[in-house]
T-cell receptor, first 108, second 112 residues
Framework: GQQVMQIPQYQHVQEGEDFTTYCNSSTTLSNIQWYKQRPGGHPVFLIQLVKSGEVKKQKRLTFQFGEAKKNSSLHITATQTTDVGTYFCAGLRNKLSFGAGTTVTVRA | DGGITQSPKYLFRKEGQNVTLSCEQNLNHDAMYWYRQDPGQGLRLIYYSQIVNDFQKGDIAEGYSVSREKKESFPLTVTSAQKNPTAFYLC???????????FGSGTRLTVV
């Protein structure tokens, strides 16, 4: 069945540093979505990528969809304490499948 | 403001009791979903409904039941058949599955 794998599971980052989280699917996707869940909160939709090789930016966040539409990445530059939380990717084929998430903590 | 309301926020129940979690949306979305989240894990789909009076089982439907009598409402019942019901339950909606989902604030269910 459709599976979406996300790595790393945990990311401990020094404030001001960059990091990247990766998402890989076993099958070609129609689109990929990214969500952020703050500690104690609920997932909030960030962005959706649809086209092969698509790159979108939201301030310090850069999202990329792979050429084969099987993988995606989220890169955060100059990490801030407000970036703390769990970032989920979710790939759509016949249904939307969520990865297990990357939980980000920030050292001030 | 449009959104999804889940209630209650916290729920405690004794083992063997059925419990119903409420989910109401005023976004006029056709599709609604129930997910379960366990610590350190992703979201697992329990049930979903793409239209009123119709719903489908997700990946972990055993021990759960739903109804969709109104477009705005998609309640989830956790039955005594669910072996490990303690979890964080999230309801979501979307106008169409090709768009991003809007999530409610969730219900934390603890069964003792």
């Amino acid at each position: 069945g459709q599976q979406v794998m996300q790595i790393p599971q945990y990311q401990h980052v020094q404030e001001g540093e960059d990091f990247t989280t990766y998402c890989n699917s076993s099958t070609t996707l129609s689109n990929i979505q990214w969500y952020k869940q703050r500690p104690g909160g609920h997932p909030v939709f960030l962005i959706q990528l649809v086209k092969s090789g698509e790159v979108k930016k939201q301030k310090r966040l850069t999202f990329q969809f792979g050429e084969a539409k099987k993988n995606s990445s989220l890169h955060i530059t100059a990490t801030q304490t407000t970036d703390v939380g769990t970032y989920f990717c979710a790939g759509l084929r016949n249904k939307l499948s969520f990865g297990a998430g990357t939980t980000v903590t920030v050292r001030a | 403001d449009g959104g999804i309301t889940q209630s209650p926020k916290y729920l405690f129940r004794k083992e063997g009791q059925n419990v119903t979690l409420s989910c109401e949306q005023n976004l006029n979305h056709d599709a609604m979903y129930w997910y379960r989240q366990d610590p350190g894990q992703g979201l697992r789909l329990i049930y979903y409904s793409q239209i009123v009076n119709d719903f489908q089982k997700g990946d972990i439907a055993e021990g759960y039941s739903v109804s969709r009598e109104k477009k705005e409402s998609f309640p989830l019942t956790v039955t005594s058949a669910q072996k490990n019901p303690t979890a964080f339950y999230l309801c979501a909606s979307t106008p169409d599955r090709i768009y991003g989902y809007t999530f409610g604030s969730g219900t934390r269910l603890t069964v003792v």
